[in-house]
């Protein structure tokens, strides 16, 4: 005989510490799918919860020394994309007649209220401020939304130049009552690009207008066939067209920066051009400029040597300036093979096509087959791979690294391009790419007579985290044929394999070192001998 008062319960189990919950009994048709369905939207939405588990972590003496939410920067910015609905508060134009406290609380209060007043579902679940001032007055007011999370920002986005643009500041300015305004910001970018480009593309039109308003608005609205839909914000214009104003816009935002910092724009690495358009904050050259100075005035007092300042490079990017006193610290010491960082590795590309959509082209195998390459160019062999893993992928173009950024592809790359493309008939010439990965050197290349940018078309590459794909690598041997480059021949056959391509100084790479590493070990061993009579 059952104890239960009915034939038919469920028991729930929740897990404050992972916000996990798990039910087991007997159900009626259609009660689990609802049961589902509710406590995850209790677990989503439900602020008691949120409260009990607050309150035994105090009980426990549970605390936090590090803040559990860390503050928005250039480095995590990319979880603003997320499925998370996501709001930006920023307070920089509240209140201008009566600056102080009263303009922060105001701002919270006003939040709340917008919080209030939309669905459970459109509520945000995380409220990103600006300024970091309002961190204290927005959580005393959403004490009543326990879910959602408050952070502040490192980064001045420049939100506040909203306010020079003629559609937000009109209603402003003619306002006589506190009113709600709603705007698409974004105008129809969505139909041609994704959340994290058009987010960037905003930033960076926000930033030129913050830095110099004349200009920015001359870049966007280049002549008079340009025009503005009477519902959107921004000029109306194609994706060629915003290509060259966002190319245009950067180059005014970086000689703001450079003109406020006494640097040259040409010294700038690619991380520190998006801190500045994302508006974290960097350490000025100039600062680097002014210790080396000291150090330059303390080495000539101490000695009569000549002091040479240097600027190098490290594998980041980084600009890294060197002042040797020493003599023998000038010598600079160089190698024929010069393989650091600028000897390049290439990889074919195979991928699929999405069913919805036949022009994209989803990367999903990069096959790592035998090579060797030089500063200026690398050398595969002219044979395809072939496995049962690539039957159902289509090959997609080759990638390769190389030591800096040109301006146009190298004519090195449209060389080989053209040799796989007529060696390799199953090459869709529409199809197949170049993809180059570039570090930052001071190399420099000459381009021979005749090649011109219009010898090749540049197509839109996304990277995202939300795609797996896998490596195949040669069955026997290695990929690596820089240190054994003799047994490399241009019509080389190898069979490949699922796998991990091993780093670029393996032992598999270069047997022969290790060889000789064995040799000098025994080399040095003394003979030992045991005399037992003596």
Known sequence: MSIYPSPTGVVIGIDLAYNLHSAFGNWFAGSKQLLQQAMNKIMKSNPALYVLRERIRKGLQLYSSEPTEP?????????????????????????????????????????????????????????????????????????????????????????????????????????TEPQMVLFNIYDDWWKSILSCPAFSQLILILRALHVNIVKANMLLKTDRTVITEPHHIWPSLSDDQWMKVEVALRDVILSDYATKNNVNTSALTQSQIRDIILGAEIAPPSQQRQQIAEIEKQAKEASQLTAVTTRTTNVHGDELIVTPTSPFEQKASGSKTDWYLRTQIAGYLYGVSPTDNPQVKEVCCIVMSPQKGTSQQVYLSSVLPKNDFLNDLEPLGWMHTQPNEHPQLSHHDVISHAKMLDSNTQWNLEKCIILTLQFHSSEGDITPQGYLPTHYEKVQMLL?????????????????????????????????????PKEYYDQDHRPTHFLQFSNLEEGDREVVWDDNFA
């Open 71 to 175: 503050y928005l920067s250039s480095q995590n910015y990319g979880e603003i994309f997320s499925n998370q609905l996501i709001w930006f508060v920023d307070d920089t134009n509240v209140y201008h007649k009566r600056l102080g406290q009263l303009a922060k609380w105001k701002t919270a209060e006003e939040v709340a209220a917008l919080v209030r007043s939309p669905p459970v579902e459109e509520q945000p679940k995380k409220i990103i401020v600006t300024r970091k001032g309002m961190l204290d007055p927005l959580e005393v007011h959403l004490l009543d939304f326990p879910n959602i999370v408050i952070k502040g920002s490192e980064l001045q986005l420049p939100f506040q130049a909203c306010l020079k643009n003629v559609k937000f500041n009109d209603p402003a300015v003619k306002a």
């Open 464 to 500: 995202s985290d939300r795609f797996l794909g896998l490596f195949m690598i040669p069955d026997i041997g290695s990929w690596n044929y820089n240190f054994m480059g003799t047994k490399l021949t241009s019509g080389m056959k190898y069979d490949i394999k699922l796998g991990i």
